[in-house]
């Protein structure tokens, strides 16, 4: 049971930027930007932004964050889709890219003490081919997905169970994106297909 008064039956984040649509909106901004935009020098897809978002969200231990983003990823990656769960499971073991690996490494720093982030961890994903925008956009959506999976975690947010919940939740942000959500009665009648 959420911690303040959130909209009924509205899942994660969703709930929290209906409730303050003033921050919600720069938290969706921020969202976009990471990962849909990027570094202009930056050559990770949206699928790799995605996965790292997943990623984070697992070692922190926020299940609607990790399960929503793991989906978006699966949906960007399409035939690939089975990269998001391997990747998940054993990052080091996963038929990605070697630059890939480097810069997941790189993100699990950022989330347990990014003061670990070493010029050796970030030699290795220069030398697999990770550009200066591939290496901060990694650091930065580490960094804000700590804060969005505390802020989820933190005033108790609904998270489904039902992993079909989850894959409604990937296609439209792989569709559409970051957009701050407006309530609807559709909302009310099905909440949980209606984005993170």
């Known amino acids: 049971m959420p911690h303040i008064p959130l909209p009924d039956g509205v899942p994660g984040i969703r709930s929290l930027v209906m409730y303050r649509p003033d921050t919600g909106q720069h938290l969706y901004d921020l969202a976009q930007a990471l990962l849909r935009s990027g570094s202009p020098d930056s050559t990770l897809s949206d699928a790799e932004r995605e996965l790292i978002a997943a990623f984070v969200s697992k070692q922190n231990q926020t299940a609607f964050c990790m399960n929503s983003h793991a989906a978006a990823s699966r949906y960007l990656y399409a035939d690939q889709r089975d990269l998001v769960d ?25 989330q347990a ?70 309530a609807t009665a559709s909302d009310v009648a099905s909440p949980v297909t209606n984005l993170s």
């Open 86 to 110: 391997l990747t998940l499971s054993d990052p080091t073991a996963a038929p990605i890219s070697a630059k890939l690996k480097a810069l997941v490494a790189i993100a699990g720093h950022v």
């Open 113 to 182: 003490d990014a003061r670990t982030v070493s010029n050796d961890l970030v030699a290795a994903a220069r030398a697999e081919g990770a550009t200066d925008g591939d290496i901060h956009d990694t650091v930065l959506i580490a960094a804000s997905f700590c804060m969005y999976n505390r802020y989820v975690d933190g005033l108790a947010t609904l998270t489904p169970t039902d992993p079909a919940a989850y894959e409604a939740m990937g296609e439209r942000m792989g569709t559409l994106g970051y957009q701050l959500p407006k």
